[in-house]
């Protein structure tokens, strides 16, 4: 009865912006923050960006500051990442997923991961 699903990957060339989408069911998801990862081919899923549904607290990943925003829209149960100043290595299959622990950015703290969403960017 929960669900993530992710949209919004694609190609883009580097310098462009992207924005990705994880829109969720179910009621039991409304109050779990939301978290999203990325995965490169060879490397482990690492962490991006988090966000509170009560009160729209952040975090983003060093690697992203500054370039990346999550933001929430809570009547649509949707979470965005809005992605600017695309490199090269930001290039991985990115997913969302709901935090279900207090630590923030480590994986075991969230669950009902979402099937994912390529983004390449190309040099």
């Known amino acids: 009865q929960v669900q993530l699903v992710e949209s919004g990957g694609g190609l883009v060339q580097a310098g462009g912006s992207l924005r990705l989408s994880c829109a969720a069911s179910g009621r039991a998801l409304s109050s779990r923050p939301i978290g999203w990862f990325r995965q490169a081919p060879g490397k482990e899923r690492v962490f991006v960006a988090d966000?509170?549904?009560?009160?729209?607290?952040?975090n983003y990943a060093d690697s992203v500051k500054g370039r990346f925003t999550i933001s929430r829209d809570n009547a649509k149960n949707t979470v965005y990442l809005q992605m600017n100043s695309l490199k090269p290595e930001d290039t991985a299959v990115y997913y969302c997923?709901?935090?279900?622990?207090?630590?923030?950015?480590?994986?075991?703290?969230?669950?009902?991961w979402g099937q994912g969403t390529q983004v390449t960017v190309s040099s």
């Open positions: 997923a709901a935090r279900i622990s207090t630590q923030v950015a480590d994986p075991i703290s969230y669950s009902y």
């Open positions: 966000i509170s549904w009560s009160d729209g607290s952040t």
